[in-house]
């Protein structure tokens, strides 16, 4: 791409020059810069300046949906290691029992709570089980029954979304 005009590029006819079909973008450049310009300063022209009254409004701003509780499972070396939230589970059979203490870690909703209200709230959140692709379905299948064991029957199996 040339940015200016060819001066020659061999014999030309008698007494012209040589045509050439080179485009020159200078000219094409400067007329888009001009338009940018006019555009930027007319934009703020455009907005409105009109001072309105506007009626209040009576909807309740949506709450923040509280945090997932998520089981992840790992299998290493023919292991499964499972954790709750961040944490891992030493004794896989408390599986259920860190779950219970996690949920009220997640949504402060069911701290305000007291007694069997408090219990039942939180037995009724669910429950996300994340597994890596090399994991035994025993593994999950256990994970799942030591959740339930504690009460929770809210149990998702969450997977790859490859949209």
């Not at 200078?26 to 007329?31: E, L, R």
């Not at 001009?34 to 930027?40: A, R």
């Amino acid at each position: 791409m040339t940015l200016g005009a060819k001066v020659s590029s061999g014999p030309a006819k008698r007494g012209g020059h040589a045509t050439t079909s080179d485009p020159n973008v200078i000219p094409f450049v400067d007329v888009m810069l001009v338009l940018l310009i006019i555009f930027m300063v007319a934009a703020p022209i455009a907005t409105v300046d009109v001072n309105v009254d506007l009626p209040s409004s009576k909807v309740i701003p949506s709450k923040r949906p509280p945090k997932q509780t998520y089981v992840s499972i790992q299998e290493k070396n023919g292991v499964a290691i499972y954790y709750v939230g961040n944490e891992r589970v030493a004794d896989p059979s408390q599986l259920g029992k860190e779950v219970y203490k996690e949920v009220p870690r997640n949504n402060k909703e069911t701290n305000s709570k007291t007694g069997e209200e408090r219990d039942i709230a939180i037995i009724m959140e669910r429950i996300y089980i994340r597994g890596d692709g090399a994991t035994p379905y025993r593994n999950v299948v256990y994970a799942m029954n030591r959740i339930q064991d504690e009460g929770f029957f809210k149990v998702a199996l969450v997977g790859l979304d490859k949209r």
